[in-house]
């Protein structure tokens, strides 16, 4: 299949305006005529239902939580990146720009991103008039921190709950919507499949979470913008409910998947403290700002931090990258502990952890300072661990995060089916192999406020919208295989939870497809995992029926569909014969462990195309040309 | 250590409802509380029994989505927790834990220990917004804000939503809640254009909810996982009476041509 | 056309919500709080020669406007504070309809929880009062006399199980106010953390010393400090 990205040429910075100005409009009159089904309340979701029902479609939205203000979005902590360059320090748009192209280790679009950075600097003036209590200067003026992979200071925050912050301010833009009637939400509701029509996506299967009914939902354009799918991994900061169900029957639909192995990995969450932990959680980033990360220069060495002296300690990120030291990008940060925690120098009971100090900050900036800016992290982590960071050093380790990878899109943020638009954390579009910090907030809104109310315009304006019956055939038959899913998972009555398979699923891949990959091991998982599909189906047990609120029910279909994920995730990394951002595969790396890219045969988007279940996907290639940012081996030594 | 529960055990919104006893035995001090439960639910399912369903999705303390009564205390009643982040170091061997529901008309139970709080929504829907169509309005920085403003805003806005202040409360008020919200917006510069309409609208919401009066109990601040104060019921208050008072008819004459 | 177009509407429409009830309730406790501090300063005048205490009803009585003036923004007051509390009573009851098989209470004052036991304990109190005292329809300890109150008050008195029920009434208002004191501020929206802690701790000591006030009184016959003439 050859894929078109629609993405403007022409100089850069005119690009999206240029575009916007092609694009067809559709009347205040006709508006109220169409459908829109958008699945899922997260940032992007949130703030696209509510931007469109301003401009008078009918939305029809959806999401698994009994509101839509859970959405998974809720729990970013530190911040959204803008270039508004308040504080005089060489921001601008260009940078930004520049940051994310090589901060994604060039393999993102470039027009994509500049729009992102073009963008950015309206999110927060919208979200501010929405009355989103960004932190501010006693002059009145907002705030700014500094965040990896950058040199300036251009993430805005609240608190340590700016997702929260930012998606209070987009669910309550949707509330008033749903007051005034222009959106109807639809609460615990689990999309469940696709309804493509003459090559089209025409609406949705859905299932209630309360009482299992199956229902058909028709559009005259479906919009996803379900997150991400690190729930794969089953230990991961994503929320428990985080699923790649929307996404994966879109797949299986005829919707290309890109760059499924494009995970990243948080270099500061709370270490694992046994087998029946059941999430991981995400210490901000924003904490390298002030926290220093080291480990004793001795393998080995079990004394209690403080009575380690300075000399005996290992910084090792600023002995490593002097320039940037603490704050290098995630997937830099999270190899370099792996590193360390091997050599055996890692601290904790398991020895699969580093310290996180703030001892220097403390004495530098007072209690008081540094309460302010992480008070709430600090509690915290308190809480989990039992230990008082103003104290003792944090213990951290890296977990599963982030997906790059998601269902491929072209500029206009649709997928290869027509009338399918994918948003955020479920596309792939704009972070690459590695996304900066505070960056997926700024491309959920920016997809969601600013780009979709336009591109879906478009696609409304130029295209026939005839009305289907829910007797048409291909609805039926999407209705059929939702209650046949759910038929086998009942009736599979065999031994072992749902959990017990999950967590199998994930340490196979945490272990060959995680922070680092090799080409056996990738074949071993490919393998493992689909013995242990074939083995889920049979001996699988979800207690009660449909009809009624089961969460087994639930996670069964949505695990099912992570072990048809995790088998893709190693087939993509073992296509891609480089070490890119979030993908590390030992055999390309530089003689002092760096990531190793080989530009001249990877410089593209693997995009997937479903072949049956079992069978091996197609890969089909988008070709990534670099007009501004020439690639280069990225350093931040 | 060894735990027994007693777990309020509802097949749907009809069904009566009972409490059932349940012994966990080798529970870690690490586990969450949820982690607990998750280990009661294996074996549960192992057994072939129905396991407890319980709401929770961040388990992070954020998303709101989490909470039942422990012991008559929402979330467990220590301090500035919820239940997803309440670790069991906190219990000892031999303890006795009753799990209740929520218990509000304006929260009626889906099963088990999960209920409905799309009263919230609703309430949101009514009048917790500033009215700002996505656009370009003016520059962040165009309306500077006092510190303390941004700052009390932030400590309202912090709510998630969670239903444990009325939960908490002897009258089932969703006081702390509403007036989060209402103090929220009106500590801000953004918020006042529509602050009178805003405590009118969500306050009568409030009410057609079926949620009771607060009489300044307190006990939905102790509860509160966010630690919300008190003192946002008696602004939310304040901005509601001067409403009422000052309300006029909505302009009836429209536009012409 | 809004409900709100037509003024009185609008008005009811601030009564119709439990906030608007609350301020209602706030206010009227507010008057009757005044009535009693009053009232237990001309009260204390027992302590006096008798003829005071007597002439102080006199001289009341002697005013009749400024008397039923009073007496009628009492009576509103009251019937609208007991209206909005049992309106929002009701309320209240509907709200939980299931009760906890455990509750815990985390922080706050028995009296805040007891409000709708202390109100109604006073309301009959007061009307037990008023035949007791004013009409003078029940008065076990002797015969009554209008123009000598102070007669009525030390054998009304004397009538111990009268006393210690009166003990009892002024008990359950020190109660009620002790909450309620600090609540009305709440309620009209009066909050700053300087001075709310402030407010809380000089309603307990105002409710007490009122208590105080009132029930030495009784407790002064009973011990024979003061006797009838
Ligand atoms: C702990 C944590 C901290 C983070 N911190 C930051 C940060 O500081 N800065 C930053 O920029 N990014 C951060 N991120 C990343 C960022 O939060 C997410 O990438 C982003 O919020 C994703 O938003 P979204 O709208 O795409 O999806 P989500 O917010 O995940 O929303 C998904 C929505 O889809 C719905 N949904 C999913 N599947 C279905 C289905 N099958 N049927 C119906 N509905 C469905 C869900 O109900 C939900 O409403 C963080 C992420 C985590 C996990
Ligand atoms: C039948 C009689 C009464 C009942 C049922 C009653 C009940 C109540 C209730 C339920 C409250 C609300 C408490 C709160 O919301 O914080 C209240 C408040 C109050 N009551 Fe009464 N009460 C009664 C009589 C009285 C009397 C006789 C007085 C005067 C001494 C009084 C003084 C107050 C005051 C000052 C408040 C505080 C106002 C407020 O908080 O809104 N009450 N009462
Ligand atoms: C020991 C305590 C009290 C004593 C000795 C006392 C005494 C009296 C007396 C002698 C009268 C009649 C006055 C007259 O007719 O000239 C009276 C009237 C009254 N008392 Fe009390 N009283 C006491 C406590 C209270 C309390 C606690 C309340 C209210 C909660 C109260 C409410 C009233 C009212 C409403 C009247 C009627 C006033 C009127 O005539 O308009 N009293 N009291
Ligand atoms: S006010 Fe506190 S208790 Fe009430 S919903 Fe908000 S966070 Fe939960
Ligand atoms: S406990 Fe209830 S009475 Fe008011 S102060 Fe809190 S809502
Ligand atoms: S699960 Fe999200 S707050 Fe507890």
């Known amino acids: 299949m050859e894929l078109i990205s629609n993405a403007p040429t022409g100089p850069i910075e005119k690009s999206w305006e240029a575009h916007k100005f092609g694009l067809k409009l559709v009347n205040p009159a006709n508006k109220r005529k169409h459908t829109i089904i958008m699945v899922g309340t997260g940032l992007a979701g949130g703030s696209a239902a509510a931007g469109l029902g301003e401009l008078g479609y009918n939305v029809d939205c959806f999401c ?3 509101s839509p203000r ?61 009355g989103v209590p960004f932190a501010r200067e006693y002059g009145g003026l907002l705030d700014n921190r500094s965040f990896g992979g950058a040199q300036v200071s251009r993430t805005f925050y609240a608190r340590g709950q700016t997702g929260q912050q930012l998606l209070l301010g987009a669910y309550q833009a949707l509330e008033r919507q749903v007051g005034l009637g222009s959106v109807k939400m639809h609460p615990r509701t689990e999309m469940l499949d696709l309804i493509v029509i003459d090559g089209r996506a025409r609406g949705i299967v859905t299932r209630s979470l309360n009482d299992g009914k199956v229902s058909v939902h028709f559009g005259d354009a479906v919009v996803l913008a379900t997150g991400g799918y690190g729930n794969v991994f089953y230990l991961s900061t994503n929320a428990k409910g985080s699923n790649a169900t929307a996404i994966w029957r879109a797949y299986k639909r005829g919707a290309l998947f890109a760059n499924p192995c494009f995970t990243q990995i948080h270099p500061t969450c709370i270490p694992v403290s046994g087998d029946y932990q059941s999430k991981l959680t995400l210490m901000s980033e924003s904490l390298r700002n002030d926290g220093r990360i080291w480990v004793p220069k001795q393998a080995g060495d ?205 340490k196979i891949l945490w272990e060959y497809c995680g922070m680092s990959r090799n080409a056996p091991g990738l074949k071993k998982a490919a393998s493992m995992i689909a013995g242990l599909r074939e083995d889920y189906w049979r001996n699988v047990r979800v207690l009660g029926s449909n009809e009624e609120f089961n969460q087994s029910l639930e996670k069964a279909g949505r695990v099912a569909d992570f072990f048809e994920l995790g088998e893709l995730m190693c087939m993509d990394a073992l296509q891609r014969n480089e070490s890119c951002g979030g993908h590390f595969r030992e055999e390309y790396q530089t003689p002092d462990g760096e990531a190793l890219r080989n530009d001249a045969n990877y410089s593209y988007v693997a995009a997937w195309e479903f072949q049956g279940v079992g069978r091996p996907a197609a890969l089909n290639k988008e070709p990534l040309v670099f007009n501004y940012v020439k690639p280069s081996q990225r350093s931040y030594k | 250590m060894k735990l027994t529960l007693h777990v309020w055990r509802q097949k749907n919104e009809q069904d009566r409802g009972r409490l059932v006893r349940y012994e966990v035995p080798g529970v870690n001090e690490h ?227 | 056309m809004s409900a709100a177009a037509n003024f009185p509407v609008a008005r009811l429409r601030f009564w119709d919500t439990t906030v608007g009830k609350k301020a209602v309730m706030a206010v009227t406790g507010f008057i009757l709080f005044g009535f009693i501090v009053g009232h237990l300063l001309g009260n204390l005048q027992i302590y006096e020669p008798p003829e005071k205490i007597n002439h102080y009803s006199e001289m009341l009585r002697s005013m009749p406007s400024l008397l039923w003036g009073t007496r009628i923004i009492l009576l509103v007051s009251v019937l609208l504070h007991i209206w909005a509390s049992f309106a929002l009573w009701r309320l209240q009851r509907a709200a939980r309809p299931v009760a906890y098989v455990k509750k815990a209470n985390l922080h706050s004052t028995y009296a805040s929880r007891t409000m709708m036991w202390s109100g109604p304990i006073i309301l009959a109190f007061v009307i037990y009062h008023l035949l007791n005292f004013t009409f003078g329809t029940v008065h076990p300890g002797g015969p009554f006399d209008e123009h000598n109150v102070y007669n009525n008050v030390v054998t009304g ?60 009184i009784p407790v002064a016959v009973l011990a024979g400090f003061i006797k009838p003439v």
């Open chain 3, 157 to 216: 008195f004397q009538f111990w199980p009268s006393s210690v029920f009166y003990i009892i009434a002024m008990i359950m208002l020190c109660y009620h106010l002790h909450h309620g004191l600090w609540s009305m501020f709440q309620s009209l929206g009066f909050t700053h953390p300087a001075y709310t802690p402030w407010i809380q701790r000089s309603a307990k000591v105002v409710a007490i010393l009122i208590a105080i006030g009132f029930i030495s």
């Open chain 1, 64 to 66: 698994f939580q009994d």
């Open chain 1, 70 to 130: 859970r959405a998974h979005s809720i729990a970013a902590q530190g911040g959204i990146n803008a270039a508004k360059n308040y504080h005089n320090d060489g921001d601008s748009v260009y940078r930004l720009f520049y940051d994310t192209v090589k901060g994604g280790d060039f393999r993102s679009r470039e027009a994509n991103v500049y729009r992102l950075a073009q963008v950015s600097v309206n999110i927060i003036d919208q979200c501010v008039a929405q």
């Open chain 2, 31 to 257: 586990m969450s509380f949820l982690e607990m439960l998750d280990v009661l639910n294996e074996g549960l399912i192992e057994k072939g029994e129905d396991p407890i369903a319980f709401d929770h999705d961040c388990r992070e303390g954020i998303c709101g989505m989490c909470g039942f009564m422990i012991n008559g205390m929402a979330h467990g009643g220590f301090k500035g927790t919820t239940v997803c982040q309440l670790h069991m170091r906190h219990f000892k061997d031999g303890d006795e834990l009753y799990l209740e529901p929520w218990r509000a008309a304006a929260f009626p139970v889906v099963k088990d220990l999960v209920v409905n709080r799309s009263s919230f929504d609703r309430i949101i829907a009514a009048g917790g917004f500033i009215s700002v169509p996505t656009g370009s309005p003016p520059d962040g920085n165009a309306i500077p804000i006092r510190k303390q403003d941004a700052d009390l805003a932030m400590d309202a806005a912090a709510c998630i939503g969670c239903g444990a202040c009325v939960a908490a409360c002897p009258n089932a008020a969703a006081a702390l809640f509403v007036s989060a919200k209402i103090s929220h917006l009106a500590h801000l510069p953004q918020g006042q254009a529509e602050r009178d309409r805003r405590a009118l609208a969500m306050v009568r919401q409030m009410n057609r909810e079926g949620f009771a009066n607060c009489t300044n109990i307190g006990e939905c601040e102790a509860a509160c996982p966010k630690q919300i104060k008190l003192e946002v019921i008696a602004q939310a208050n304040a901005d509601y009476i001067k409403a009422a008072f000052t309300e006029r008819p909505e302009a009836v004459s429209g536009g012409v041509g």
């Open chain 1, 302 to 506: 079990r004394r209690k931090p403080a009575s380690i002296p300075e000399d005996e300690r290992d910084f090792y990120l600023e002995r490593r990258y002097p320039s940037f030291g603490n704050l290098v990008p995630r997937d830099i940060a999270s190899r370099a502990a792996k590193a360390v925690c091997d050599e055996g120098r890692g601290v904790g009971e398991t020895g699969l952890g580093v310290y996180l100090d703030f001892s220097d900050a403390l004495k530098r900036l007072g209690t008081h300072k540094i309460a302010e800016r992480y008070g709430n992290l600090f509690e915290m982590y308190e809480r989990i661990t039992g230990e008082d960071p103003y104290k003792v050093p944090m213990r951290i380790f890296p977990a599963i995060h982030y997906t790059m990878g998601g269902l491929w899109v072209d500029y206009n943020l649709m997928s290869t089916i027509p009338g399918l638009f994918v948003l955020g954390e479920a596309n792939f579009s704009d972070h690459g192999a590695n996304r900066l910090g505070a960056s997926a907030l700024m491309q959920g809104l920016a997809d969601g406020y600013f780009v979709i109310p336009y591109t879906l315009g478009n696609y409304l304006a130029n295209t026939k919208h005839e009305k289907y019956s829910e007797d048409t055939p291909a609805v039926q038959e999407a209705v059929e295989s939702v209650n046949a899913i759910t038929r086998k998972l009942l009736n599979a009555s065999g031994k072992r939870t749902v959990d017990s398979y999950h967590r199998e699923l994930g």
